[in-house]
């Protein structure tokens, strides 16, 4: 008799041929239609899969080192000081530091994260200014504001590569929301510790001496158990689409991302800390009248080493309406699929749901 452990799921396939763009060169082959063809196979991804892996993305790797080195100190300090690191002006729900807790409404993660407010006007005095960041002089903050200014020039040159693809006139339209000053960005930066292994035969014995352990006396005869798989994996970030119009995403080198096809079947990214991976958003989906297609994703656990991923979050200003982008609709057969809303609107309404939940069936015509 099998008894099922939550914990267990088989590992999902890699997904077979992950779409690329090379935005360096994209750029050096404007006149020699390299550039066309990047804005077209852009768009083919973002309408088949809403994901895509972004190399020559112009960001210094060893910036991308500093980030991650800063990421690991943070996360080696002890509880106390992450969380108190992580709370200032600015800093205030759901902001900060959090372990295990996802959003307001009861989802868990076998994670712990920052979120950070990075508008494009930074504040003075943001969380984490005192945090120190490993071996480098400067604060955590210093480095993640030096990383979001890279990253977000990054996330404007492909979204105006995506309004090409789209055969928009007006070829900034997406990256000015983002551009805003008042744009409503953010910047998560994710750490999943290896999943407890079972190989670690001390795991729960250590729970049980400890001190203050709850524990009782219970005389009960079980069968035995079955042996438990190898490939133990938890669920680090349950799935789930990203509200905002774009997630720019990097991560070390150790795997985990797994995004669902159109049919529902999941494959695993295989990490490569050396590009960045782009998520359409659900305000894209919106703004490209369903064309684009936000992401169902989430984030797998495993025993090996500890995964730390730096997501960008390019958003709209609140007060900006989200509707489709000129000429979209007439292509649709002048047929809309989403009512009008605002940012605003839209992420109050999120903010309220579950992880898991489809957030923009709330926003659909019939
Ligand atoms: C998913 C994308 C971003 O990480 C995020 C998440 C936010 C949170 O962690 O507070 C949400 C989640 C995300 C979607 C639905 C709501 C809000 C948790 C949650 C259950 C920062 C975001 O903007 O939306």
Redesign the pocket.
């Known amino acids: 008799e099998q008894i099922a452990l939550p914990a267990v799921q088989r590992a999902a396939p890699p997904l077979a041929a992950v779409p690329e763009v090379d935005l360096a060169l994209a750029a050096a082959d404007a006149g020699g239609g390299g550039r066309a063809a990047a804005a077209r196979a852009v768009a083919r991804a973002c309408e088949e899969h809403g994901f895509f892996k972004v190399t020559g993305h112009g960001v210094p790797a060893p910036l991308l080192a500093r980030v991650e080195a800063a990421a690991a100190a943070f996360f080696a300090l002890p509880q106390q000081e992450k969380e108190k690191a992580a709370a200032a002006p600015g800093g205030g729900s759901?902001f900060g530091y959090a372990s295990k807790r996802?959003?307001g409404?009861g989802?868990l993660g076998w994670v712990e994260y920052l979120?950070l407010g990075v508008g494009a006007a930074a504040l003075p005095g943001a969380p984490l200014s005192d945090a120190p960041a490993g071996a480098s002089p400067c604060s955590f903050r210093e480095i993640l504001d030096e990383y979001v200014a890279a990253v977000r020039r990054m996330t404007c040159a492909v979204l105006e590569l995506m309004a090409e693809g789209l055969g928009l006139e007006d070829t900034g339209a997406l990256a000015r929301l983002v551009l805003a000053g008042d744009s409503d960005s953010?910047l998560?930066v994710n750490h999943y510790p290896p999943a407890p292994r079972l190989e670690d035969t001390g795991a729960l014995a250590r729970l049980v001496l400890a001190g203050d352990s709850d524990s009782m006396l219970r005389v009960n005869h079980y069968p035995p158990a079955p042996r438990p798989e190898p490939g133990r994996r938890l669920t680090g970030f349950g799935e789930?689409t990203?509200?905002?119009i774009i997630s720019v995403l990097r991560s070390n080198a150790t795997a985990g991302l797994e995004i669902s096809m159109q049919d529902g079947t999941w494959v695993a990214v295989p990490a490569d800390a050396d590009s960045f991976f782009v998520n359409v958003g659900d305000a894209l989906q919106v703004l490209t009248n369903g064309r684009f297609r936000s992401v169902r994703h989430r984030v797998m656990v495993s025993s090996a080493r500890p995964r730390v991923s730096v997501?960008f979050?390019g958003g709209p200003p609140p007060r900006e309406r989200l509707a489709p982008l000129l000429g979209l609709v007439d292509r649709d057969g002048g047929r809309r699929r989403y009512r009008d809303f605002t940012w605003r609107e839209y992420k109050t309404s999120?903010?309220r749901?579950?992880?898991a939940d489809n957030?923009l069936a709330h926003f659909e015509f019939e």
């Open positions: 759901p996802i959003g409404n989802d979120l953010m998560r789930h990203d509200p905002h997501i979050f999120a903010y749901t579950r992880l957030r």
